[in-house]
């Protein structure tokens, strides 16, 4: 993939000489926070907000993902995603909430992992994205996205659902969407009373790589 029209500035000038591919994780950052805040500020020149999320996958290492690696990888984060987070971090609210926007629906599950302390703007950003229709298990791609708000606060699902669903535009089957979501959670409730040494063992793991955002459950 082409640098050219990098939007970023601020870059070293040996960095300007190579593809986005070729840069290492914290150059890819400074490339993608510049072109967020372009297209933040609708100066995104050459750079369209969807043609971002190609930008955006390659960043979260997922260039050579294909659907079915999406379905096999159900609900879990890579470890190589998580260990970009202390990059992510000092990345200001307003360019995230551009790459939430910007990202496509398969990687906004990894992507959402990486904020720390996301917003119902932020939330209901990502819920209210649909599967290509060429997606042949397009509920499975939707209850990712709604695990990953989940995994980081129930309130916040809780929250961005209540606006989608109250907005004049809710999408179709979002509805019944959130309460087949809702039922998988109700049924893991119901599995970690009957399994509380498999539901330990789950907190304990999600500790170790920070995924839990501070709650426990199975989800």
């Given at each position: 993939?082409?640098?050219?029209?990098?939007?970023?500035?601020?870059?070293?000038?040996?960095?300007?000489?190579?593809?986005?591919?070729?840069?290492?994780?914290?150059?890819?950052?400074?490339?993608?926070?510049?072109?967020?805040?372009?297209?933040?500020?609708?100066?995104?020149?050459?750079?369209?907000?969807?043609?971002?999320?190609?930008?955006?996958?390659?960043?979260?290492?997922?260039?050579?993902?294909?659907?079915?690696?999406?379905?096999?990888?159900?609900?879990?984060?890579?470890?190589?995603?998580?260990?970009?987070?202390?990059?992510?971090?000092?990345?200001?609210?307003?360019?995230?909430?551009?790459?939430?926007?910007?990202?496509?629906?398969?990687?906004?599950?990894?992507?959402?992992?990486?904020?720390?302390?996301?917003?119902?703007?932020?939330?209901?950003?990502?819920?209210?994205?649909?599967?290509?229709?060429?997606?042949?298990?397009?509920?499975?791609?939707?209850?990712?996205?709604?695990?990953?708000?989940?995994?980081?606060?129930?309130?916040?699902?809780?929250?961005?659902?209540?606006?989608?669903?109250?907005?004049?535009?809710?999408?179709?089957?979002?509805?019944?969407?959130?309460?087949?979501?809702?039922?998988?959670?109700?049924?893991?409730?119901?599995?970690?009373?009957?399994?509380?040494?498999?539901?330990?063992?789950?907190?304990?793991?999600?500790?170790?790589?920070?995924?839990?955002?501070?709650?426990?459950?199975?989800l």
């Open positions: 993939m082409s640098s050219a029209g990098d939007p970023e500035r601020g870059e070293r000038w040996f960095e300007r000489c190579l593809p986005f591919v070729a840069r290492g994780p914290e150059a890819r950052l400074r490339w993608l926070v510049a072109a967020a805040e372009r297209i933040g500020r609708d100066q995104g020149g050459t750079f369209a907000p969807e043609e971002l999320a190609a930008y955006i996958r390659i960043f979260l290492g997922n260039e050579s993902m294909r659907v079915n690696d999406y379905h096999r990888r159900g609900f879990s984060v890579p470890e190589e995603v998580i260990g970009l987070a202390p990059l992510f971090a000092g990345v200001a609210p307003e360019t995230v909430t551009v790459l939430v926007r910007c990202a496509d629906i398969y990687d906004v599950p990894d992507l959402f992992a990486l904020i720390y302390s996301p917003t119902v703007e932020q939330a209901e950003m990502a819920l209210r994205k649909e599967p290509p229709a060429y997606e042949k298990n397009p509920a499975r791609i939707v209850d990712r996205v709604f695990h990953a708000v989940f995994r980081k606060s129930p309130a916040l699902l809780e929250k961005a659902a209540a606006r989608i669903s109250a907005s004049a535009d809710t999408p179709a089957g979002f509805a019944a969407s959130h309460e087949r979501f809702m039922e998988i959670v109700r049924d893991e409730e119901i599995l970690g009373e009957l399994f509380p040494r498999a539901l330990q063992a789950t907190v304990e793991g999600e500790k170790k790589t920070g995924l839990s955002g501070g709650r426990t459950g199975l």
